[in-house]
């Protein structure tokens, strides 16, 4: 460790991004990204920004952005944040919104981000088991008679399908916690929400305290152009702006800008594109149980799934040895899982195949 290092670098314990391994002929199934192409419409708006507009600084505000979410969500633009990628509207929302004096609860089976934010800004946190089955309980969220307002969330956060379980909320639910903490903002991260589940957008008008985090980089299949959004009461996105205007004013480029505007307006390629990794998912699932897996219900972009025989870690290598590259993770409780990305046909047959080799099936 460097001894020019500050007090809170020292302290840090570095979120650890999926592998982006440089092998030949690799089915790359770790890191959640789409497998198919963007919207020609967006591909054609980043090629016609290129030129010499470049030299100028882009719209600070990305307003074209947040006029065609805010149309598309049914919402006022000053209701409307945006960002270099999701993980960054989520950096900006645990700095203005989450830090408070008492602890920022979460999942403990959960984005692997959210702790690492809760240490990089010094947050109190408090992580609430998952049930056995992996599925977020709702009363664990909700006021307890008898426990004093000290014990009480100071925020919540939870991904919804939560991550890297898969596992979908029903918005009903979801509205449940929002409405019974009334005095905390609920940031719901619906970075998988667009492959099966209802998003709590719908709620935002109702709900003062609530804030709907979305990524570009999953069902828009833009994870290279780094675009997120947050939807909200406008006094929470208020208070994004403040931290973001006080961080970096210029967070998205003119090809960002260009490039999401033209995907947020070609609705029916962004539902064609969602429907097939929807169809993939669940013939992948049906294929892993026909070899013995547990599979975790999924209304995300990958699937959850163990071997009650073979060791997960032991698995995952196997495939890389075969270039199949899935996501591991060594944590309790969840040691013995696969994360799996929705890939194509053809990259799903492979991974099956290639299991059904190892499992000698």
Not at 39 to 57: M, T
Not at 112 to 134: H, K, M, N, W
Not at 226 to 241: M, N, P, S, T
Request: charged share 20%; net charge negative; aromatic share 8%.
């Amino acid at each position: 460790m460097s001894r020019f290092w500050s007090a809170v670098v020292h302290g840090l314990t570095p979120y650890v991004p999926g592998e982006q391994p440089k092998l030949d002929n690799l089915v790359k199934l770790n890191t959640n990204e789409h497998p198919y192409g963007p919207s020609p419409r967006a591909l054609a708006a980043i090629s016609a920004a290129v030129g010499d507009g470049l030299r100028l600084y882009p719209d600070p505000n990305a307003d074209a952005l947040k006029a065609a979410l805010a149309r598309r969500h049914g919402v006022q633009p000053q209701q409307i944040f945006v960002g270099n990628g999701s993980d960054e509207v989520l950096a900006h929302a645990f700095m203005a919104l989450l830090k408070h004096d008492r602890a920022l609860w979460f999942p403990d089976i959960t984005y692997s981000f959210y702790p690492v934010y809760c240490g990089l800004y010094g947050i109190a946190q408090r992580t609430v088991p998952l049930a056995e089955d992996f599925s977020i309980r709702v009363e664990d969220y909700l006021p307890q008679p008898g426990v004093a307002a000290t014990e009480r969330p100071g925020a919540i956060i939870f991904p919804n399908p939560n991550a890297p379980t898969g596992r979908l909320l029903a918005l009903a639910e979801v509205e449940r916690i929002v409405a019974a903490n009334p005095d905390v903002v609920v940031v719901v991260d619906e970075a998988y929400v667009d492959f099966g589940g209802e998003s709590a957008t719908t709620l935002v008008d109702r709900y003062p305290n609530l804030l709907v985090t979305h990524t570009f980089s999953k069902s828009r299949s833009l994870a290279g152009l780094r675009v997120g959004y947050a939807v909200g009461h406008a006094d929470l996105i208020e208070g994004l702006e403040r931290v973001k205007n006080s961080f970096n004013s210029y967070p998205l480029d003119r090809l960002a800008i260009a490039g999401a505007v033209a995907s947020v307006e070609d609705e029916d390629f962004f539902q064609d594109s969602c429907r097939k990794v929807i169809a993939t998912r669940e013939r992948l699932i049906g294929d892993m149980q026909a070899l013995g897996f547990e599979v975790l219900p999924s209304a995300a972009n990958f699937i959850f799934a163990r071997h009650p025989r073979r060791d997960g870690a032991e698995l995952t290598a196997e495939l890389r040895k075969r270039a199949i590259i899935v996501r591991h993770f060594k944590a309790p409780r969840i040691e013995q899982f696969m994360r799996i990305t929705v890939g194509t046909d053809a990259q799903c047959e492979a991974l099956v195949d290639a299991l059904r080799s190892i499992l000698g099936a």
